[in-house]
């Protein structure tokens, strides 16, 4: 009998909203963070074991992110707080009051800054070593207030000095977090609806209408791979090794594809009992993570048959 499709990470309460895997660590193991409209945070093992719950937040959570080393983690939440966390002990470090809801947030590779964005159309950066300290504002422009003419719905952080960040306005923006100055814009038509950064692969794979697109982290004009799909994607994730599929969910149903680089669907994965909000490749490539409206997260296995984590291969 061949393993079940999908291991169930049950815990949640309400709709899941994001997923994010950690790099791959020295032990060899990784770690999953899950947001959720219930405000509690949750850590797995690469397993899908759960760990511990992040317990602080007052309103759903959209956003939750690791630091390369896993000490620590970041969240954003409709409480209009953003927070630091111990990811070891669980208890919040600080807490970043805003005035609206943060979507999203990021976290610099040394786990020195924060990047915040949100319902306030406004990116903040904090500095967690003065973290009482007031943030800098990135603003499009001399004299103005705003990052973006929409809700801010992902901020990134690539290498050392480069934020990225999305809004409904339909722009993708790169900032120099040094100077705090806007550097390069990508306009799309309709309003962004998700942006990872895919490390492994330096891309970032976009979420736009009914378009996946897969930008170099750094955009010097080419390589941008783009694709029309024939249903809006919620979110989208690319292999990081093979970089020959990527994953999608979407909320007109509640099935997670799989397509090859050219688009073709080569696999349609039932199992959620709602919309799938968020999708997401481990950082070995040998699995991927659903999150759904049904409140539960599904972990499917790139090759299905194969021994890893908790499935049994049926060789």
């Not at 994001?18 to 397993?47: A, Y």
């Not at 000490?71 to 954003?76: D, L, P, Q």
């Amino acid at each position: 009998m061949s393993a079940p499709k999908a291991l169930v990470a049950a815990g949640h309460t309400r709709p899941v909203t994001h997923l994010s895997f950690s790099p791959i660590q020295d032990d060899g193991t990784f770690l999953l963070v899950s947001s959720c409209k219930d405000g509690n945070p949750m850590l797995r093992e690469w397993t899908g074991d759960w760990i511990g719950t992040f317990l602080g937040h007052k309103g759903a959570v959209w956003s939750t992110k690791l630091s390369p080393d896993a000490t620590r983690a970041a969240s954003g939440s409709a409480d209009f707080t953003a927070k630091i966390w111990d990811a070891y002990a669980g208890n919040p470090l600080h807490s970043f009051p805003h005035n609206h809801i943060v979507r999203s947030v990021a976290l610099s590779p040394s786990s020195s800054h924060l990047l915040t964005g949100g319902q306030e159309k406004k990116v903040r950066i904090f500095d967690l070593g003065r973290p009482d300290a007031e943030p800098d504002f990135l603003v499009a422009e001399p004299g103005g207030t705003l990052s973006h003419d929409g809700m801010v719905k992902s901020v990134v952080w690539v290498g050392e000095h480069t934020g990225v960040t999305a809004g409904e306005d339909g722009f993708i923006k790169w900032w120099d977090l040094r100077t705090r100055k806007l550097t390069t814009s990508l306009n799309f038509p309709t309003a962004i609806t998700s942006m990872e950064l895919s490390p492994q692969t330096k891309r970032l794979v976009v979420t736009s209408g009914k378009t996946v697109a897969f930008i170099p982290v750094l955009p010097n004009g080419t390589g941008t791979h783009s694709l029309t799909l024939p249903y809006t994607p919620s979110s989208a994730s690319i292999h990081p090794l093979l970089q020959d599929r990527f994953v999608t969910g979407n909320t007109g149903d509640e099935w997670v594809r799989v397509h090859g680089m050219d688009g073709e669907e080569r696999e349609v994965l039932k199992g959620h009992h709602g919309p799938v909000h968020c999708v997401e490749f481990s950082p070995d490539g040998e699995m991927f993570a659903s999150g759904s409206e049904d409140g539960t997260i599904r972990l499917w296995q790139t090759t299905p048959g194969k021994s890893y984590g908790l499935w049994e291969g049926t060789g």
